[in-house]
């Protein structure tokens, strides 16, 4: 009986102290990871490019992707990617272009393409922005 009266009393005690104590809420932590998965890319400009092709000795049309930025108030053009129509994909390159020269490329490239770029395995790229 003495065991039974000292087992309530504990658990009344029990209950009295611990009403005092307030209830603590959780919430969860958002995970950076989780959040970084879904950043979105930034959208680069699509427009064509044309390339002398060696073989069929003429210019061809490639689709490029070009990120136009301003340093020091002059514009700046790179291009970021170049599409692969025979593996249907994107490939990386992020060159940076330069303005056509009339005395290097010819007159009749300078008055039809304002930029130009350097791109391995396809060589230069001319484009207008």
Known sequence: MKRLLITLAGTLFSFIVYSQVP?????AV???RQQNTYRQ??????TSGYYYDNFTKAFKRIKI???STSTYGQPQ?????VYNAQYNMWSDCN??????????DGETISNSFEWKT???NIGTIYFNN
């Open 23 to 27: 209830f603590v809420t959780y919430e």
């Open 30 to 32: 958002p995970n950076d």
């Open 118 to 120: 350097q791109v391995l």
């Open 95 to 104: 060159n940076k272009a330069s303005k056509v020269n009339i005395q290097l």
């Open 41 to 46: 890319q930034p959208q680069h400009q699509i």
């Open 77 to 81: 053009v790179y291009i970021r990617s």
């Open 65 to 67: 992707k070009i990120n």
